[in-house]
Protein backbone atom coordinates (compact mmCIF):
# COMPACT_ATOMS: atom_id res chain seq x y z
CA UNK A 1 0.00 0.00 0.00
CA UNK A 2 1.01 3.44 -0.66
CA UNK A 3 2.20 5.67 1.66
CA UNK A 4 -0.42 8.37 0.95
CA UNK A 5 -3.12 5.94 1.32
CA UNK A 6 -2.10 4.62 4.83
CA UNK A 7 -1.56 8.26 6.03
CA UNK A 8 -5.23 9.31 4.81
CA UNK A 9 -6.76 6.17 6.19
CA UNK A 10 -5.25 6.22 9.56
CA UNK A 11 -6.38 9.84 9.92
CA UNK A 12 -9.31 9.96 8.45
CA UNK A 13 -10.44 7.48 11.18
CA UNK A 14 -8.71 9.52 14.03
CA UNK A 15 -10.21 12.09 12.64
CA UNK A 16 -13.98 10.55 12.93
CA UNK A 17 -13.24 8.97 16.22
CA UNK A 18 -12.46 12.66 17.70
CA UNK A 19 -15.87 13.87 16.22
CA UNK A 20 -17.36 10.94 18.17
CA UNK A 21 -15.34 11.37 21.06
CA UNK A 22 -16.10 15.36 21.40
CA UNK A 23 -19.96 14.86 20.65
CA UNK A 24 -20.57 12.38 23.73
CA UNK A 25 -18.48 15.64 25.65
CA UNK A 26 -20.29 18.22 24.55
CA UNK A 27 -23.98 15.98 24.58
CA UNK A 28 -22.90 14.91 28.26
CA UNK A 29 -21.72 17.99 30.18
CA UNK A 30 -24.43 20.02 28.55
CA UNK A 31 -27.28 17.68 29.89
CA UNK A 32 -25.31 17.91 33.31
CA UNK A 33 -25.83 21.39 34.04
CA UNK A 34 -29.52 21.05 34.48
CA UNK A 35 -29.04 18.83 37.42
CA UNK A 36 -27.61 20.17 40.79
CA UNK A 37 -24.10 19.85 41.77
CA UNK A 38 -21.20 20.44 43.80
CA UNK A 39 -18.91 20.85 40.52
CA UNK A 40 -19.24 24.45 39.08
CA UNK A 41 -20.50 25.09 35.74
CA UNK A 42 -16.63 26.69 35.34
CA UNK A 43 -14.55 23.84 36.49
CA UNK A 44 -16.99 21.39 34.33
CA UNK A 45 -16.36 22.97 31.28
CA UNK A 46 -12.87 23.76 31.69
CA UNK A 47 -12.20 20.32 32.54
CA UNK A 48 -13.93 19.35 29.18
CA UNK A 49 -11.60 21.43 27.21
CA UNK A 50 -8.62 20.01 29.34
CA UNK A 51 -9.71 16.75 28.17
CA UNK A 52 -10.23 17.94 24.15
CA UNK A 53 -5.95 19.06 24.57
CA UNK A 54 -7.28 22.79 25.31
CA UNK A 55 -7.80 23.79 22.03
CA UNK A 56 -5.67 27.11 20.75
CA UNK A 57 -8.51 30.15 20.60
CA UNK A 58 -11.12 28.52 23.15
CA UNK A 59 -11.79 28.95 26.63
CA UNK A 60 -14.06 29.18 29.27
CA UNK A 61 -15.64 32.82 29.33
CA UNK A 62 -18.99 32.38 31.42
CA UNK A 63 -21.18 30.95 28.69
CA UNK A 64 -21.40 27.85 27.89
CA UNK A 65 -23.83 27.90 24.57
CA UNK A 66 -21.06 29.97 22.67
CA UNK A 67 -18.60 27.43 23.99
CA UNK A 68 -20.11 24.29 22.50
CA UNK A 69 -21.63 26.12 19.88
CA UNK A 70 -17.72 26.70 18.85
CA UNK A 71 -16.92 23.49 19.65
CA UNK A 72 -19.36 22.01 16.83
CA UNK A 73 -19.84 24.64 14.29
CA UNK A 74 -16.62 26.77 14.13
CA UNK A 75 -14.95 25.48 10.74
CA UNK A 76 -11.54 27.24 11.83
CA UNK A 77 -10.76 25.61 14.90
CA UNK A 78 -9.50 22.07 14.68
CA UNK A 79 -10.69 20.48 17.37
CA UNK A 80 -14.14 21.14 16.64
CA UNK A 81 -16.58 18.44 15.48
CA UNK A 82 -17.45 20.35 12.52
CA UNK A 83 -13.28 20.72 11.14
CA UNK A 84 -13.05 17.03 12.59
CA UNK A 85 -15.53 15.49 9.86
CA UNK A 86 -14.56 18.39 7.50
CA UNK A 87 -10.93 16.55 7.74
CA UNK A 88 -12.00 13.13 7.68
CA UNK A 89 -13.79 13.73 4.22
CA UNK A 90 -11.09 15.47 2.98
CA UNK A 91 -8.85 12.48 3.45
CA UNK A 92 -11.17 10.34 2.25
CA UNK A 93 -11.41 12.15 -0.78
CA UNK A 94 -7.81 12.15 -1.71
CA UNK A 95 -8.04 8.11 -1.64
CA UNK A 96 -11.35 7.62 -3.14
CA UNK A 97 -10.70 4.59 -4.30
CA UNK A 98 -9.46 2.45 -1.87
CA UNK A 99 -12.78 3.18 -0.31
CA UNK A 100 -16.55 2.02 -1.16
CA UNK A 101 -19.12 3.89 -2.35
CA UNK A 102 -21.18 3.05 0.94
CA UNK A 103 -18.25 4.73 2.70
CA UNK A 104 -18.34 8.03 0.88
CA UNK A 105 -21.74 8.09 0.26
CA UNK A 106 -22.06 7.78 4.47
CA UNK A 107 -18.96 10.55 5.04
CA UNK A 108 -20.46 13.01 2.25
CA UNK A 109 -24.16 12.95 3.96
CA UNK A 110 -22.87 13.36 7.09
CA UNK A 111 -20.52 16.46 5.60
CA UNK A 112 -23.11 18.13 4.09
CA UNK A 113 -25.38 17.70 7.12
CA UNK A 114 -23.07 19.51 10.03
CA UNK A 115 -21.51 22.35 7.37
CA UNK A 116 -25.10 23.38 5.90
CA UNK A 117 -25.57 25.83 8.28
CA UNK A 118 -25.33 26.43 11.95
CA UNK A 119 -28.16 26.50 14.15
CA UNK A 120 -29.00 29.38 16.46
CA UNK A 121 -28.58 29.45 20.21
CA UNK A 122 -31.49 26.84 21.68
CA UNK A 123 -31.96 23.32 21.89
CA UNK A 124 -30.05 22.20 18.90
CA UNK A 125 -27.49 20.01 20.71
CA UNK A 126 -29.65 17.23 21.22
CA UNK A 127 -30.83 16.73 17.63
CA UNK A 128 -27.32 17.33 16.12
CA UNK A 129 -25.76 14.56 18.66
CA UNK A 130 -28.00 12.09 18.06
CA UNK A 131 -27.65 12.68 14.15
CA UNK A 132 -24.29 12.53 14.34
CA UNK A 133 -23.10 9.85 16.41
CA UNK A 134 -26.01 7.68 14.01
CA UNK A 135 -23.67 8.88 10.78
CA UNK A 136 -21.24 8.20 12.44
CA UNK A 137 -21.65 4.37 13.44
CA UNK A 138 -23.40 3.94 10.27
CA UNK A 139 -19.93 4.69 8.68
CA UNK A 140 -18.50 2.79 11.42
CA UNK A 141 -20.82 -0.25 10.11
CA UNK A 142 -20.36 -0.15 6.24
CA UNK A 143 -16.27 0.21 6.89
CA UNK A 144 -16.61 -3.31 8.83
CA UNK A 145 -19.03 -4.75 6.90
CA UNK A 146 -18.29 -3.97 3.10
CA UNK A 147 -14.76 -3.05 2.76
CA UNK A 148 -12.02 -6.05 2.33
CA UNK A 149 -9.82 -6.13 5.51
CA UNK A 150 -6.65 -6.02 4.24
CA UNK A 151 -4.22 -3.14 4.77
CA UNK A 152 -6.28 -0.18 4.45
CA UNK A 153 -8.51 -1.76 7.03
CA UNK A 154 -5.99 -2.07 9.45
CA UNK A 155 -4.49 1.04 8.83
CA UNK A 156 -8.55 2.56 10.21
CA UNK A 157 -8.23 0.15 12.98
CA UNK A 158 -4.79 1.58 13.98
CA UNK A 159 -6.33 5.16 13.65
CA UNK A 160 -9.68 4.55 15.31
CA UNK A 161 -7.81 2.46 18.51
CA UNK A 162 -5.28 4.70 19.07
CA UNK A 163 -7.48 7.97 19.07
CA UNK A 164 -9.94 6.37 21.70
CA UNK A 165 -7.09 4.85 24.00
CA UNK A 166 -5.37 8.70 24.27
CA UNK A 167 -8.42 9.99 24.27
CA UNK A 168 -10.08 7.92 27.30
CA UNK A 169 -6.64 8.08 29.11
CA UNK A 170 -6.85 12.58 28.51
CA UNK A 171 -10.15 12.26 29.72
CA UNK A 172 -9.53 10.21 33.01
CA UNK A 173 -6.33 12.40 33.78
CA UNK A 174 -8.58 15.38 33.93
CA UNK A 175 -10.74 13.88 36.83
CA UNK A 176 -9.71 14.69 40.43
CA UNK A 177 -8.96 10.78 41.99
CA UNK A 178 -8.22 10.48 45.44
CA UNK A 179 -6.06 7.14 46.18
CA UNK A 180 -6.37 7.74 50.18
CA UNK A 181 -6.36 4.17 51.62
CA UNK A 182 -9.67 5.66 53.11
CA UNK A 183 -11.45 6.03 50.61
CA UNK A 184 -10.61 3.52 47.98
CA UNK A 185 -13.70 1.13 49.13
CA UNK A 186 -16.14 3.56 49.45
CA UNK A 187 -18.72 4.58 47.25
CA UNK A 188 -19.02 7.10 45.61
CA UNK A 189 -20.60 10.33 47.72
CA UNK A 190 -23.21 12.69 46.99
CA UNK A 191 -20.91 15.15 45.19
CA UNK A 192 -18.85 12.91 43.67
CA UNK A 193 -21.84 10.19 42.48
CA UNK A 194 -23.33 12.71 39.35
CA UNK A 195 -19.47 13.58 38.08
CA UNK A 196 -18.83 9.81 38.34
CA UNK A 197 -21.29 8.96 36.08
CA UNK A 198 -20.98 11.80 33.69
CA UNK A 199 -17.52 10.71 33.31
CA UNK A 200 -19.04 6.57 32.44
CA UNK A 201 -21.57 8.44 29.88
CA UNK A 202 -18.94 10.42 28.27
CA UNK A 203 -17.43 7.06 27.97
CA UNK A 204 -20.49 5.31 26.57
CA UNK A 205 -19.72 3.42 29.68
CA UNK A 206 -22.56 3.69 32.20
CA UNK A 207 -24.80 1.09 31.28
CA UNK A 208 -22.14 -1.33 30.62
CA UNK A 209 -20.58 -0.64 33.78
CA UNK A 210 -24.05 -1.22 35.63
CA UNK A 211 -24.19 -4.54 34.33
CA UNK A 212 -20.98 -5.38 35.15
CA UNK A 213 -21.09 -3.65 38.81
CA UNK A 214 -24.27 -2.70 39.02
CA UNK A 215 -24.93 0.77 39.97
CA UNK A 216 -22.43 1.04 43.08
CA UNK A 217 -20.40 3.65 42.15
CA UNK A 218 -16.56 3.05 43.33
CA UNK A 219 -13.55 4.59 42.35
CA UNK A 220 -11.42 1.26 41.84
CA UNK A 221 -14.07 -0.06 39.83
CA UNK A 222 -14.70 2.93 37.63
CA UNK A 223 -10.58 2.94 36.79
CA UNK A 224 -10.82 -0.62 36.18
CA UNK A 225 -13.51 -0.48 33.85
CA UNK A 226 -12.23 2.62 31.95
CA UNK A 227 -8.70 1.50 32.32
CA UNK A 228 -7.93 -2.14 32.01
CA UNK A 229 -11.22 -3.94 31.18
CA UNK A 230 -10.45 -6.39 28.09
CA UNK A 231 -14.49 -6.74 26.95
CA UNK A 232 -15.15 -3.02 26.74
CA UNK A 233 -14.74 -1.46 23.43
CA UNK A 234 -14.06 1.84 24.90
CA UNK A 235 -11.71 1.02 27.20
CA UNK A 236 -7.76 2.18 27.00
CA UNK A 237 -7.26 -1.67 27.35
CA UNK A 238 -9.34 -2.92 24.24
CA UNK A 239 -8.16 -0.02 22.36
CA UNK A 240 -4.40 -1.24 22.72
CA UNK A 241 -5.49 -4.76 22.41
CA UNK A 242 -7.25 -3.57 18.67
CA UNK A 243 -4.39 -1.37 17.86
CA UNK A 244 -1.53 -4.67 18.06
CA UNK A 245 -3.79 -7.11 16.48
CA UNK A 246 -4.13 -4.76 13.46
CA UNK A 247 0.07 -3.88 13.98
CA UNK A 248 0.14 -7.72 13.70
CA UNK A 249 -1.79 -8.20 10.96
CA UNK A 250 0.14 -5.22 8.81
CA UNK A 251 3.32 -6.72 9.58
CA UNK A 252 2.19 -10.12 8.83
CA UNK A 253 0.92 -9.15 5.78
CA UNK A 254 3.98 -6.68 4.64
CA UNK A 255 6.90 -9.00 6.11
CA UNK A 256 8.87 -5.44 7.06
CA UNK A 257 11.80 -6.49 9.59
CA UNK A 258 11.80 -2.71 10.18
CA UNK A 259 8.49 -2.85 12.39
CA UNK A 260 9.78 -4.98 14.65
CA UNK A 261 10.52 -2.03 16.99
CA UNK A 262 6.95 -1.05 16.62
CA UNK A 263 5.41 -4.19 17.71
CA UNK A 264 7.59 -4.44 20.88
CA UNK A 265 6.89 -1.03 21.79
CA UNK A 266 3.09 -1.25 21.12
CA UNK A 267 3.30 -5.11 22.85
CA UNK A 268 5.01 -3.22 26.31
CA UNK A 269 2.25 -1.03 26.42
CA UNK A 270 -0.85 -4.05 26.32
CA UNK A 271 1.62 -6.04 28.40
CA UNK A 272 1.03 -3.38 31.13
CA UNK A 273 -2.59 -2.82 30.63
CA UNK A 274 -3.03 -6.92 30.45
CA UNK A 275 -1.21 -7.60 33.81
CA UNK A 276 -1.35 -4.49 35.98
CA UNK A 277 -3.87 -4.26 38.99
CA UNK A 278 -5.77 -1.32 39.38
CA UNK A 279 -4.12 -1.36 42.90
CA UNK A 280 -0.71 -0.65 41.29
CA UNK A 281 -2.47 2.26 38.70
CA UNK A 282 -3.64 3.98 42.58
CA UNK A 283 -0.74 3.29 44.42
CA UNK A 284 1.30 5.34 41.17
CA UNK A 285 -1.09 7.89 40.81
CA UNK A 286 -4.23 7.56 38.27
CA UNK A 287 -2.57 11.20 36.51
CA UNK A 288 0.88 9.72 36.19
CA UNK A 289 -0.36 5.90 35.05
CA UNK A 290 -2.64 7.33 32.36
CA UNK A 291 -0.29 10.15 31.26
CA UNK A 292 2.48 7.27 30.78
CA UNK A 293 -0.02 5.78 28.77
CA UNK A 294 -0.39 8.60 26.23
CA UNK A 295 3.40 9.15 26.18
CA UNK A 296 3.58 5.74 24.69
CA UNK A 297 0.73 5.79 22.68
CA UNK A 298 2.73 8.86 20.72
CA UNK A 299 5.74 6.68 20.70
CA UNK A 300 3.62 4.41 18.74
CA UNK A 301 2.36 6.95 16.69
CA UNK A 302 5.64 8.25 15.67
CA UNK A 303 7.01 4.98 14.92
CA UNK A 304 4.04 3.99 12.89
CA UNK A 305 4.70 6.93 10.61
CA UNK A 306 8.64 6.26 10.66
CA UNK A 307 8.38 2.38 9.51
CA UNK A 308 4.90 2.74 7.29
CA UNK A 309 4.29 6.64 6.48
CA UNK A 310 7.47 8.43 5.72
CA UNK A 311 9.70 5.33 5.28
CA UNK A 312 13.06 5.84 3.26
CA UNK A 313 13.04 4.48 -0.57
CA UNK A 314 16.17 2.18 0.64
CA UNK A 315 13.56 0.11 2.79
CA UNK A 316 11.19 -0.07 0.32
CA UNK A 317 13.00 -0.77 -2.31
CA UNK A 318 14.58 -3.35 -0.34
CA UNK A 319 11.23 -5.22 0.45
Same mark, same amino acid.
Given at each position: ????????????? %??? $? #? *?????? +?? &? !???????????????????????????????????????????????????????????????????????????????????????????????????????????????????????????????????? %??? $? #? *?????? +?? &? !???????????????????????????????????????????????????????????????????????????????????????????????????????????????????????????????????? %??????????? +???
Amino acid at each position: MLSRVADSLYWMS %RYL $E #R *AEHTVR +LL &D !VNFSMTLDPSSTSEEERWKRVLAALGRPAGLEWNGDFYSLVHALAFDKENPASITACISAARENARQVREEINSEQWQQLNRMYHRVTEGTPEKGHWLDEFSTATLNDLHLFQGATDTSMTHGEGWQFIQIG %RSI $E #R *ATSIAA +LV &D !VFEWDAAPENISEGAGSQQFLEWIGLLRCCTAFESYCNVYTADLVQPQILQFLLLNKEFPHSVRYSIDQLRCALLALQEGSGRLVAEELSRVAGRLQASLTFCDISEVMNQGVGSYVRNVSQQCREIHSLIY %RDYIKYKVQVA +LSL
